[in-house]
């Protein structure tokens, strides 16, 4: 009866504050056991919902809760998420003055605040510890568990810190560790060290359906990126850099591209960096290239796209900064920039930063090892013509399905070659010359160069030399790649990296097994922009918005995202925090016309609905006339989630204007962008070609030089218009207003406009 009325109570909290009907994966049986007295131990992927895991506890248990968060931005986020929808919070953190921190604690102790976010280097000040020691503390959470354990990615001596506090405490309180990153040795430092007691563990496992995951190899990565931007305007999105210099570099070349870019990395002052932070989170900047030191707790729910300009250091690094796109479960990017020099750059800053760590010889060097095994881990996912979200998965000790069908490797058709011949000469030549020599010197002698090092060494004299002249030296490197993937080679974490033969290589040299290479049949090092040939429209994951609405919920979606806007700009807080796009996709699906059906809407609960929720009823039933429209595709209309893709099976073809579409086509007197594209996308073969997307034409009109984006400083936001050709050929601009007397500019076209937009789709 107790745990029935407990469950019942979270689901009530669950819908009353935050506005779900039902708790995810993980969820319910974690708060349960808090809820229950028993530690918990979280392992959840970012974006599946783990600050809900300590906040629905915290605001059911009487005390305070204590939330310790590694930095200032996260605990921010979510103390103003909170006190939005009606819970007392406060953080605790540098960035208060002495009387501030005081009047905060003061207000907890007289019970005005449920739950407190603060810094770990807080919990040993005399002030916060007597004020702990004379409060009833019900429960320490501790987010970002993974920086407590020397053996993270992230480790942070002040989180040892933590246990010290709580032994200090008259009575322990219940103890929550929650992370979306640990490999097992992690997880079981991070309970050892917190001294959990018979945890309740969940770990839900580390996918995210909604990314689409990408590795790239082109051969100008400054071009890549300028590409990336214009084909997917209005997006928001963060680019990675691995050092401050390429941050400024790439900041200065979008800035002069036009494109409305943030920086950020630790070389910037403090109030620079909290400035373009802060013009990120309310998208006033669309773009933010920063270093890693951006991003840990940044609850920036509409981030579409992640690119790492370099490969980061390792598979943990990566997975957390990937992670920050998509967390509204939309369907977002990640894609990684490879090129031969990350690797160089990667060794050189984790032998800097491990010279400068306080540890023995002996210590040093056993994290030196293992910092280096983690980037060679990184630089096989690079190289791997595998599933690429098997791979992460199955580094974090998941296993399931070699096939994602969300990735660029699963989307892409091979050709299998068998290179079991060349794997024996190669694996031979290593063998001979006394597994002494790196990758770039095998290769140079098997193509029978003549350099003073091969001469010097003499490899020149020995059988192997040669014996590959007739092979690119790129194709070469595949092979031995892949022999180190299938783990016949493995490479030495040395200075000067060595390749040696393991036990099973004797497996190829004596014929008993075979060694194929999978090869794209769009390589990217064949393309002249670098790209692995996928379509947007042909990925896995949620449907995306324009596959769940019509153009005209489209427009609707458009109307209630300036309707949020302007909220967020009255009430001085980021847009998201509102309410996602997410929600605002749900209320053109649902179309709620009263305050009941408002509160069915995903992510709207009452509080919420207080404060905004009639304003977004105008703003609907303005746009309808009060009538109930079907402003979404019914389910067997929209393009459906591909089923699990076996390599073998043909994909559908890109989508292509035939002679018998184009006389189908019927020209209107003015439609929007969306509009067109719906007319072109029902009247294709649906069963052998991919669906037509909107932002592809605009890309192409932009190219062409009909539409021009630039910034709106009074929006803060850039804006496409019509350029003087654009107009010519038929492009016009419409001002209308919306249901909160705002006016907004729609780019119509017209039936010559629509006639060049044919033409210009045929050619390309």
Not at 406 to 435: H, P
Not at 438 to 457: D, F, S, V, W
Not at 520 to 530: A, I, L, P, V, W
Request: net charge neutral.
């Amino acid at each position: 009866m107790i745990q029935n009325n407990k469950r019942n109570l979270a689901l009530e909290v669950l819908k009353k504050y935050f506005g779900y009907e039902n708790f995810r994966n993980g969820q319910e049986t974690l708060i349960h056991s808090i809820l229950g007295g028993r530690d918990a131990l979280g392992i959840m992927p970012t974006g599946a919902g783990k600050s809900l895991v300590y906040q629905i506890p915290g605001i059911i248990m009487e005390g305070v809760t204590l939330v310790i968060s590694p930095l200032i931005s996260l605990m921010k986020d979510q103390v103003a998420a909170l006190n939005e929808v009606g819970i007392h919070a406060a953080f605790i953190n540098s960035s208060l003055s002495a009387r501030q921190v005081s009047l905060a604690l003061e207000y907890a102790r007289q019970g005005k605040y449920q739950l407190i976010y603060v810094a770990p280097e807080r919990l040993e000040t005399e002030e916060f510890l007597y004020f702990a020691l004379n409060t009833r503390i019900s429960m320490v959470a501790v987010d970002e568990a993974h920086c407590i354990s020397q053996w993270g990615q992230d480790f942070r001596p002040s989180y040892l810190k933590i246990v010290r506090f709580i032994e200090q405490l008259p009575k322990r309180p219940v103890i929550g560790a929650f992370t979306a990153t640990a490999t097992k040795e992690v997880m079981e430092d991070i309970s050892c060290i917190l001294k959990l007691q018979s945890p309740e563990v969940v770990v839900t496992g580390f996918d995210r359906e909604n990314l689409y995951y990408e590795v790239r190899t082109p051969k100008d990565k400054e071009k890549e990126i300028l590409h990336y931007i214009a084909e997917h305007p209005g997006k928001c999105g963060i680019i990675y850099c691995n050092t401050r210099n390429n941050v400024e570099e790439l900041w200065e070349l979008l800035l002069k591209e036009g494109v409305a870019a943030a920086k950020y990395h630790a070389g910037m002052s403090d109030t620079d960096r909290s400035r373009n932070q802060e013009n990120f989170i309310y998208d006033r900047n669309l773009v933010m290239v920063a270093t890693n030191a951006f991003g840990m707790g940044i609850d920036k729910s509409n981030v579409r796209y992640v690119i790492h300009y370099n490969m980061p250091k390792n598979i943990e690094s990566y997975y957390q900064e990937a992670g920050r796109a998509g967390r509204d479960g939309e369907p977002s990017e990640c894609i990684l920039l490879y090129s031969g020099r990350d690797v160089e750059v990667n060794k050189f800053l984790i032998e800097k930063g491990n010279a400068g760590e306080e540890q023995d010889f002996a210590d040093r060097e056993i994290i030196l090892e293992r910092d280096m095994e983690r980037l060679k881990k990184m630089t096989y996912y690079c190289f791997t013509k595998d599933c690429l979200r098997e791979y992460i998965l199955n580094y974090f000790g998941q296993y399931g399905n070699s096939s994602c069908g969300n990735c660029c490797n699963c989307l892409n058709e091979y050709e299998e070659t068998d290179v079991t011949k060349q794997s024996m000469v190669i694996l031979q030549c290593i063998r001979e010359s006394g597994q002494r020599y790196g990758i770039n010197l095998i290769i140079a002698a098997l193509l029978g160069r003549r350099t003073a090092k091969l001469t010097a060494t003499n490899m020149v004299n020995q059988s192997m030399y040669g014996k590959l002249a007739s092979y690119q030296e790129g194709f070469l490197k595949q092979i031995v790649n892949k022999l180190i993937l299938d783990e016949y080679l493995f490479v030495t974490s040395d200075k000067y990296a060595v390749v040696k033969l393991n036990r099973t290589a004797l497996k190829v040299i004596e014929g008993e097994a075979a060694v194929i290479l999978k090869t794209s049949k769009t390589n990217t090092e064949d393309r002249e922009d670098g790209k692995a040939g996928s379509n947007a429209s042909g990925k896995g994951g949620r449907l995306r918005k324009s596959e769940i609405l019509t153009s005209r919920g489209l427009d609707l979606f458009e109307m209630l995202r300036q309707v949020r806007t302007d909220i967020a700009r009255e009430e001085g807080m980021p847009p998201y925090i509102i309410f996602s796009d997410r929600t605002l996709t749900d209320m053109c699906v649902k179309l709620p016309f009263t305050k009941d059906e408002m509160l069915t809407v995903t992510g709207v609960g009452e509080n919420k609905f207080l404060k905004y929720g009639e304003k977004f009823l105008k703003a609907i039933l303005d746009f309808t006339k009060g009538s109930k429209e079907v402003l979404a595709y019914e389910p067997a209309e929209a393009e459906p989630k591909p089923e699990k893709i076996v390599r073998s099976k043909k994909l559908k073809d890109d989508f292509s204007l035939t002679k018998e579409m184009r006389e189908a086509y019927k020209t209107e007197e003015k439609i929007t962008i969306s509009q067109f594209v719906d007319k072109l996308n029902d009247i294709r073969d649906e069963s052998i070609m991919k669906r037509l997307a909107g932002v592809h034409v605009t890309a192409i009109l932009k190219k062409e030089g009909y539409l021009l984006e630039r910034y709106n400083p009074k929006l803060g936001r850039p804006e496409t218009y019509p350029t003087e050709k654009g107009q010519e050929a038929g492009i016009i601009t419409e001002n209308r207003t919306s249901g909160n007397g705002n006016e907004y500019l729609v780019i119509l076209y017209d039936e010559k406009a629509q006639l060049k937009l044919l033409d210009l789709i045929e050619r390309t």
